[in-house]
């Protein structure tokens, strides 16, 4: 948008000439138009234009200004200085407040052409400028810079419009230029000044595009000659529109882009309304059109109407369409598709509309009616039913006249029986005559084929009686018509040939039975007129006669009162003729009665006189045929059929000249189309009179001679009584040479020239099918052995159902087939054919299946085809992995992780696939039927096909059932169509991963109060913390997932908990009152999930119940837990928390010891889905007058010692006192000593301090030596006596090993402190870097250096540390350098430990303590202290010059701590605390505000507590415990134990042989210290790494030079030193490192040799003091950040040639290669 305004700009200013000055006009002249502006406090318009004027006059304009300050202005004026604008101005002018001032200003131009002038104004706080501008008329339009035009379909549009204003006072021709989606209107005229004319923008897109586009504007002053033009940046967005079909009846269901509309049956001659909508989800509006598919449309129109067809939708909306359907064809399936058409919209979505017209369903509830037998004159009703079972009403009509004209009548003989009901008829047998009558009646059913029903009876006579007539007697004439219809031929035959096994099928038939559904063929049986076209055995002609109608016709003279009737017997019987006859009819005949003769004819005379004039007659004339016998034979007679033959006469006694009666009747309906099938096929219309005279019909065949042989019209004439009806059948004889064929009938009404028309069409045409699809269907390539599907269209254009087969060939049909193979298609209906392709060779296959069809109607014998080619190809499929390997890391057992595997498939065919898993368990623990293990890997999709050159997500569920690492192997297998597999099982891709519980640790421990002083490795012990470990990282038990997280599951307030993992939490032991126990843990989350850990009291686990709820009593368990909650004894903060994987949380735990005794108390560790821990808190509180040692256990293992040891090593045993008293214990040596009697006098346990005194919260170490006889564990209970307490029995265990029998190892000096990285306890100031050392196995008389670290981590404050060295047993054995300092916020000690072993072997556990403090305590301690004594001397001064007491303004100076009596039961006294000194108004304020709301007694007690000033005490200082641990042993065990090892602490001391005599003097201290360098520079060299690190040297820049002023080597040579890593050859004995145990004289020799040792021994001790200082400061440099090891290693120069000399020197003396090595280095 920024990019196109800029280019508009840049073409704006590249135009020049006149419209860019109009331009700048136009802008100056706005602003003239604007309001006046404010300059300094005055009122004024800021520009004068002058716009009209001429040359050679003056135009004067008035500048006013107006003081709208309160103050008073001064400005100095500077008038314009072109001598064109003129004004009389002072130069001062001076405006009061509120007033103005009126300046003219003239301008006298010259010439034609602009002006630009000023007029400044200068006051005290700046000046303003008035322009003046005169410029000349120019053409100028203001448009809008953009048009934005509304949101717009593709291929649609959208219109806007905006105003283009002349803005100049000059005649303006204008002309747009633009081309592409935009259209303006009008695109060119002419604007008079000041005139605005709309501009239309019409935006038509063809592309889904946003659109900017510059629309040019040229104008001028005539219309040919337009120089300057504007542009308008025209802007428009378009999209695809998309609209969508919403059917009710599929809402959910859509295939192909295609909805369906199902109307479902509806009865003919009804309406059904259905609707569906149009939905527009695009956000631009969108015009539609419903279309229907061509081919297929019914010949007079559709039967389903849509009353919108056409339409626009906006966005976001609905349409909704109502299509009605009106089926007119009975028992058809309509189908219909409609396509909602939209410009510019990529799809066409297809609604199918469907529906089905179903017809009258009638039947009668008997098919025979038999009157039996009555006398003559006499007559005989009974009933029939006709039902209806439809939804649609059925209109019938009897085919019988109920008028008199013959013995039998039903009425009603028409109407209308509604759906789903039934009517009543009565039927009516009046005999005339003594006969057997039987008539067969058919009755006519509108849109359905007629049913039938027998009338039999039989009248008797004084003198005639015939023989009776049954409905048994109708069988053989049911039979003889059937027979007739299988075998035309067989007209003529003789009739006891067809009649010859009538008895035997007698039995068979029912008259009792159904009424039966006769089709339309059956009127051959009871009209003569059809059953002339099947030579009937006897036959009448005419069949219809009309009187005095004008008609010419070869049937009858329509004129004449009588006509012929001639009636011929087509059988080889004689046959009896008798008509009825009535009294009271228009109509007679002659003779009433006849016998013809077999193959003859005979001639009747129908005469017509009417009773009436004027008016108009009907009749149906009856003639019953029998066939003669002799009287006797009554069986034979039966035998044969009856007959009844009718003719329909009609006529009218109207006079000549008198006018006929105008019908009014109706025709339904006016147009019959018959199917398209040449068949002979049938269809009713019903012809109504509606008016109230009787109406007459015929048909006139004289305008058409051909319909008499096209179309046959039964009744082709008759009466109709007012109101009635007239059910008309018509047949055609389609011809094939004429496909369509339209017959326009005349019906002629009562015989005058009132006709009716009805159009018949009769339609013969092919069946035809299409492929919508085309001729070829392609399939995607396909694996070989599975299967490609691809769906085909094929639909029916007929008019008729049809009926299709597919035909493949054999030899394909392993290769191709479809579904649906063969079915039925309704017209205009289409059908999704589905095919399906199965490769079994890689290679291209081309098929041609064949599809027939055929209509429905006929038998198939002639079937239509048409082709298909099928084309695919076969291909091979192959499965890869997107990783071979899958790592799923680590999951929660019991919970679930959903994993995605890619699978990639690049062969170009989709590949259907098997998966299976094979899973493998990759633990160190045995695991019992590892087969029988469940997978814990589930695949969602085991079967499957992914597409070709394609990836899927092979979504699958992992669910670890145990802790260990799973290991998955997913194999696949490429399946046919049937499921079967093709290749055996391939490798796809591995998964691994490992089920995890949630696992806590404890990495750090810290203890406070009054546990301060506990070691950490007696906290260690006395909190299990081994064993805690040990079960937080093991797997829980299936128990214990009873509950996986913490919740409340117990009614009991002592809840049981669901593990057998119990441990005890020591507190250890404190007197009464002491400070609580403080425990500081720091747990860890080793493992990559997070866990939810929670400590639960009992409280916590107990459901909360109702008061109701609660009953009994409580227990002693339960009364001490609440009294331990109650009052808060063990607590412990927080009591839950989540760790996150790797993230460290410090726990709290506190025990008060506020009563006296042991307290235990249950507390539930539980990790959510993970282990659960029952920990049981216990500790003691002693009275202070009581002695107390704590045991952290009664059960102590010592070391396990050699039995070849002849000097078994020392071993402690700690006891603490935990109370405030000191105790005096007593080891029992009568144990001890009748163990050693027990083992043949050997000193088994021997105890070095049997007896000592503890002093109270200090640790005593019990030394004992235990030396065992055999190789076996020994068990000693040893009791330990304390005075005036318990005690205690203690077990001792350890084990004698032998060394043949035992691999030798060195220790692993086993500790409790788990190696990981530490970080600060909340509250913490100072940190060690180490919180143990551990120096394992060593020599005695040896001596190791550590370094430490000390960090003050805090921000603010500075600390002060000291080392406390008191506790050691032997003060010598550490020492430690510095042993106090003072660190300063955030600043780092280095401090050096110094071990040397004693001279005997020992195990030591040793504690180092380190006192940490505050410097801002201990200043504010030594103030207070400073003020304490101050006021102390001034008051010892005043006491000894005044000699008097204390008075009551002196505060009383205590130097002790007053202390409760002893004896005293009960709590102690509080003791008094430390008061500030005495201020002047501070300590008024405080006892103020501690007198309010106080009782008189503590008011005094405040009183008196103020009087007293107890010394300052020093601050409590923190303790650090640092554990250092060690095994020392005898030099010659120590070689024996550890021969491996020797160079770790021995140096190798070579002499001279014997041979050569002994030097006089020592070695000089120069040699030594070069021998001592020559062997380290040996070992450096030694190394494989730095010898290649030496090699690419030179090739890196300089970047330090050595410095030339370098010691020189020494030039004697040295016997070769051998490396440290092979052991010393025997002659050369092992020395231990100096250290200052060796510096002592212990072996008693001489002091000579005492010194000579020394001696040598001096320079050794110098050159480690240096190299100990220089690595000090190495890591001291790198704790601080000054020295960096890991950067790159720096290049050295090559030494100066003096060095370079003396190693030429060096070589030619032939020096020792480590020397020359060392020397080149």
Partial sequence: MLHISHLLQLYLEQDAGIHHRKRDGKSRRQGSSQKSCRFLGVEICPELVWEDWDLGKEFTKTLVLKNIHNKLQKLHIRPPVSKFFSAMIPEMLVLSPGTSVSIPVTFMPLQRCDYEDSIEFCGKAGKFQIFLNATIPCHALEVPDSVMLPLCAVQHSTHTSFELKNASKLHTYYQWECTGAFQLSPEQGLLKPGQECPITVVFRPQEALVYQQLAYCRFGEEADKLESRCAVLLQALAKYPCLELRSPSNKDEEQHNTSVLSFGSVAVGQSLGRYFDIFNPSPVAACFSLTRLSGGVPLFGSEFCCDITEGKVGPGESLRVTVTFSPAVVDAVSVEHLTLKCSGALSEPRLTLTGSCIGPEVSLSSTVVDFGCIEEGGSVEKTVELVNSSAAEAIYQWDIDCSGNGVFSILPASGTVLPHSRCTLKAVYRPTQPNAHRRKVACLVVHKDSVCIDLIGTCHSELQQPVILKPEHLVPDKLHWSHRQHFPNAGSAPLQDHSMNLDQELSHQSSDGPAVMFPMDELECVDPVLASLSSPPVSAVPTELLFNHKMTTSVSASSAFSQPVSITNHTKRELGLVWTLTKDSSFSISPSSSHLAPLKSTSFRVSYHPKQPNSLHGAQLECFVYCKVERLDVDKQLQYPFWCLTVRVIGHSFQSGKEHFIPRCSLKPPQVVFPALSVTPYQTVLLKNEGDLPLTFCLDYSSIPALIESVLVVPSCGLIQPGHHQILALRTTPVEDCPTQTFNLQLQLNGANFTKELTVVDVVEKPCVSLEGGTTVYFQPTAVGSQTQNSHHIRNLHRLPVSFQWSIPEREQELIFVEPHAGELHPNESSVQTWSFSPLENKTYTLKPVLYFWPLQSDGSNKSHISLTAVGTGCEGILEAEKALLDVGEILVGSCRLIEVPLLNNSPCPVSFLLSVKQTLLSDEQIHHPDAEPSALHLDLERGTISSLSTMQLRSTVRPHRRTRYLWTINYQIISVSGFALSPPQTLCEVQAKGVFPTLQVTDGWSSGSASILSKLRLWKLFSLDSFNEHLLSSPSPAELTFKTPTRHSLSSSPSTFTEAVLDFNFSSAPVHSEPTSVVLMLHNPGSIPVDWAFLFPEDQQIELEYWAMTGEFSSTELYQMK??????????????????????????????????????????????????????????????????????????????????????????????????????????????????????????????????????????????????????????????????????????????????????????????????????????????????????????????????????????????????????????????????????????????????????????????????????????????????????????????????????????????????????????????????????????????????????????????????????????????????????????????????????????????????????????????????????????????????????????DIHQLSAHRPPLPSSPRPAVRPTSSPPPPSQPMVPLAGKADRKDTTGRSGHGAQTRKMERAPADICEDVLMNAIQNLMMEAVRGELVFATDHRNINPPPASIRSRKEVLQEEGAPKGVKEASHT
């Fill in 1124 to 1597: 331990v909650q109650d009052n808060q004894l063990f607590s412990v903060s927080p009591r839950s928390a989540t760790l996150l994987p790797g993230q460290k949380r410090a726990v709290h735990f506190s025990y008060s010891h506020n009563f006296t005794g042991v307290d235990r108390f249950p507390v539930v560790l539980k990790l959510s889905y993970g282990r659960e821990i029952l920990l049981n808190f216990q500790g003691v509180t002693v009275e202070r007058d009581q002695p107390y040692l704590h045991f952290a256990s009664t059960q102590h293992s010592f070391t396990s010692v050699y039995i070849e040891d002849c000097s078994p090593p020392r071993q402690v045993y700690e006891i603490h006192n935990g109370g405030a008293v000191p105790v005096h214990y007593e080891v029992d040596t009568g144990v001890l000593s009748q163990l050693q009697n027990d083992n043949f006098n050997h000193p088994v346990l021997c105890c070095l301090s049997p007896e000592g005194e503890v002093l109270p919260g200090k640790t005593a170490m019990l030394e004992f030596i235990f030396s065992p006889p055999e190789a076996r564990m020994y068990q000693m209970d040893v009791p330990i006596h304390v005075q005036g307490g318990t005690s205690t029995l203690v077990r001792f265990e350890g084990c004698g090993l032998a060394m043949s029998s035992v691999s030798l190892k060195p220790s692993d000096g086993k500790t409790s402190f788990i190696p990981f990285h530490r970080v600060p306890f909340p509250g913490q100031a100072l940190f060690l870097s180490e919180d143990s050392i551990l120096l394992g196995d060593i020599p005695v008389n040896t001596t190791f250096s550590r370094i430490i670290f000390l960090t003050n981590v805090s921000h603010t404050d500075s600390l002060h540390y000291e080392w406390d060295l008191q506790q050691q047993i032997n003060q010598q054995v550490l020492q430690i350098h510095p042993d106090r300092g003072r660190l300063c916020p955030r600043e780092c000690a280095l401090c050096v430990l110094t071990f040397t072993s004693s001279d005997y072997p020992t195990v030591y556990q040793l504690d180092l303590i380190c006192q940490v403090f505050l410097e801002a305590a201990l200043v504010r301690f030594q103030h207070d202290l400073q003020c304490w004594e101050e006021e102390r001397d001034r008051q010892q001064e005043d006491s000894l010059l005044t000699d008097k007491n204390t008075t009551e303004s002196q505060k009383v100076l205590l130097d002790e701590e007053l202390l409760a009596a002893p004896l005293r039961k009960g709590p102690p006294l509080r003791k008094y605390k430390t008061l500030p000194p005495i201020r002047a108004s501070s300590s008024c304020e405080t006892l103020g505000s501690l007198h309010q709301n106080l009782t008189r007694a503590d008011r005094r007690l405040l009183r008196e507590k103020a009087k007293v000033w107890r010394r300052p005490e020093p601050p409590r200082a923190t303790m650090l415990h640092l554990e250092v641990s060690a095994h020392s042993h005898g030099i010659q065990q120590y070689l024996a134990l550890f021969s491996d090892q020797p160079s770790k602490h021995f140096r190798c001391r070579q002499f001279k042989t014997p041979a050569e005599p002994l030097p006089p003097s020592p070695v000089p201290e120069e040699d030594l210290i070069a021998q001592l360098l020559t062997s380290l520079l040996r070992d450096i060299l030694d190394d494989s790494a730095f010898v290649e690190h030496l090699i690419t040297l030179p090739s890196k820049p």
